[in-house]
Nanobody
Framework: QVQLVESGGGLVQAGGSLRLSCAASGTIFGIDAMSWYRQAPGRQRELVALISSNGRTNYADSVKGRFTISRDNAKNTVYLQMNSLKPEDTAVYYC?????????WGQGTQVTVSS
């Protein structure tokens, strides 16, 4: 069984920074990618950033230049460094682990950016 535990969310003023972490535990084989999604009230869940098994990254246009995704393979942990936060970044952020045969989701962590 694979579990994802997220941490690092909270309340921050516009222009501030937060760092999200997601640690994967359990029997893990064949990681294709790890990523962060977010879902704001009344909106669909959207991809924020992705890092593939070979280290390639992909970002939503809305966060390019402000957010950085990274991964510690030894710890099966993915991070999201969020800088220059804006009120429109307010959402529940979800960690996603894509293995060869299955996808796992974290429980979500709330990020609130005040203006």
């Amino acid at each position: 069984q694979v579990q994802l535990v997220e941490s690092g969310g909270g309340l921050v003023q516009a222009g501030g920074s937060l760092r999200l972490s997601c640690a994967a535990s359990g029997t893990i084989f064949g990681i294709d990618a790890m990523s962060w999604y977010r879902q704001a009230p009344g909106r669909q869940r959207e991809l924020v950033a992705l890092i593939s098994s070979n280290g390639r990254t992909n970002y939503a246009d809305s966060v390019k230049g402000r957010f950085t995704i990274s991964r510690d393979n030894a710890k099966n942990t993915v991070y999201l460094q969020m800088n220059s936060l804006k009120p429109e970044d307010t959402a529940v952020y979800y960690c996603n682990l894509a293995l060869t045969l299955r996808i796992y989701w974290g429980q979500g962590t709330q990020v609130t950016v005040s203006s």
